[in-house]
């Protein structure tokens, strides 16, 4: 069953910047949004140990420049665009996509179903 939450305008990410979010209200980022040359989300969660989060900080997933993902855990980095790892243990690897729901005034949402995990 889908459930549609709303995330934000997309106006108040910046442009190469991210910003984690928490649409379940488990407590914690279950996914994050990066804004370069588009909008990408993903699950926050580091592929290399399942569940580990991808911040060291709220909103710490990109690396200085803003180029790349970064697991603060593993030091993992990934491509903004495709999600796949291109650096550290976890090569061959990528963050799982979750899809964006843009409405035409720019607000941003999301199906919660696609936070779930699976055993």
Known sequence: MQEVIRLCHSGEIAEGSARGFDPKGSGRDTMFVVRRDGLHAWRNACPHWTGTSMAWRKDAYLNADGSRI???AHGAQFDIWSGACILGPCI???LV???LIESEEGTLSVDISQLETST
């Open 70 to 72: 970064v697991c603060a």
């Open 97 to 99: 996509r979750v899809t």
């Open 92 to 94: 061959g690897e990528s």
